[in-house]
């Protein structure tokens, strides 16, 4: 569990860069407001390896 959740948060954190830096956005607010969101999805994806980190000291039944 904690090997998916650092695979999924590396996978994450990656596409939200490439997303927040895509040509495909015009003006300032636009790309201002897309890393905002890739901001949140890095902050999320940190929280995620944190919680599987300490779900995997758990013992099975408990999950």
Do not use: C, H, N, P
Request: hydrophobic fraction near 50%.
């Amino acid at each position: 569990m904690r090997r998916e959740g650092q695979r999924l948060t590396k996978l994450a954190v990656a596409a939200a860069v490439a997303q927040a830096q895509a040509a495909d956005y015009e003006g300032e607010d636009e790309r201002a407001f897309v890393q905002g969101i890739a901001t949140l999805v890095s902050l999320q994806a940190q929280r995620l390896t944190q919680l599987v980190a300490d779900a995997a000291r758990w013992k099975d039944e408990y999950l």
